[in-house]
């Protein structure tokens, strides 16, 4: 019998009124909250502008959850698309079901349209949030805390999740693979942080070590959960998702290192000095009223191209000239010696 664990809250929906507040999307929004508070600081400190990490964030969330929502369906299609299941859950987002991978992919297209918009490189505004995003995860597994879902295999540990009887679950003692999953999370921030400072990551590898991190991690962790997954070769499909996103994370690091070592020195771009810059090139450096005075003494002496000519056919002579005094004023000299 175990007598110390982890107990489920007893529902996962709290009610304010006909409103419902569900536990899974508050994770969700506290991670989305912290991942920009802290991208925020990362990115001032880089020599960016305050504010611009939640603009971009405004595409990046909404494509990361649209993405991150598309992978767990299409990986889990046999939950809305078999015969006794109804297509419509598909959409119940606060039911859980969120893939990471598919909204980091998503999420990268949304983030790429604000950088663009503002004229930023992704790879720097990715360096910048890369600790917070894995921060988010470490609130977003709760969610799974509150919705009784994602565990692991029945454990006695003192620090075993119970569950309580209900669809697609047996009550028990489970491993809670949603805290796993949480704390290491937090460890691979600390640990982006850390590198950040140590090697003065830049051009998108401070991102790289977070995913290839985060995949370590996901692939151990995954391992030990039971609910229902497509396998491939005996391992279940996220095992080998995480195999190949590390193996191409590690690949980018390296390569990145040796084709754009350091850090950018610019972020983000100065559009008002921008602007400024333009409106001057435009009016031009020289005021007109000088070009049209000059102009005019020009015209008044008669001075042109023949009389230019002249000019230059004299200092050449000149020159010559002076050329000759000077080696007939060193030749005495030179014979002295």
């Known amino acids: 019998m175990n007598l110390a664990f982890i107990p489920s809250p007893s529902t996962g929906v709290l009610h304010l009124g006909p409103i419902p507040l569900r536990g899974y999307a508050f994770c969700i929004i506290i991670g ?62 606060w039911e859980g079901g969120l893939g990471i991978w598919g909204a980091i992919a998503l ?26 995003i894995a921060l988010a995860q470490a609130c977003g597994r709760w969610g799974n805390w509150f919705n009784q879902e994602l565990y692991g295999r029945a454990t006695d540990l003192p620090w075993a999740v119970e569950i309580t009887d209900g669809p697609n679950r047996v009550a028990g003692t489970y491993h809670p693979t949603f805290l796993y999953e ?40 995954e391992y030990m959960r039971v609910d229902e997954a497509h396998h491939v070769l005996g391992l279940r499909l996220n095992v080998w998702t995480s195999i190949v996103v590390f193996v191409l994370a590690v690949t980018y690091l390296v390569l990145s290192a040796k084709l754009r070592p350091g850090r950018e020195e610019i972020v983000e771009p100065d559009r008002e000095a921008a602007a400024d810059a333009a409106a001057g090139a435009k009016d031009g450096d020289i005021p007109a009223g000088d070009g049209e005075a000059e102009a005019g003494a020009v015209a008044e002496t008669g001075a042109g191209p023949k009389d230019a000519t002249a000019d230059a056919d004299g200092g050449e002579a000149d020159g010559k000239a002076e050329a000759e005094d000077t080696a007939g004023a060193e030749a005495p000299g030179a014979k002295k010696l």
């Open 182 to 221: 949480s704390l290491w999370c937090v460890g691979v921030a600390v640990l982006v942080i850390w590198a950040d400072r140590r090697f003065k990551l830049g051009h998108g590898r401070a991102f790289a070590l977070y995913v290839a991190a985060y995949c370590v991690g996901r692939g151990w962790i």
């Open 107 to 132: 999420g990268a297209v949304g983030a790429w349209i604000g950088c663009r918009r503002r004229g930023i490189p992704l790879p720097a505004w990715a360096d910048a949030l890369a600790p917070g």
């Open 32 to 93: 989305v909250f912290v991942a920009v508070w802290l991208g925020n600081k990362r990115w001032v400190a880089r020599g960016g502008k305050p504010g611009t990490v939640a603009d971009i964030a405004v595409w990046a969330v909404p494509f990361g959850l649209v993405g991150g929502r598309l992978y767990h369906v299409i990986t889990d299609y046999q939950l809305y698309f078999v015969d006794g299941r109804d297509w419509v859950d598909a959409f119940k987002i």
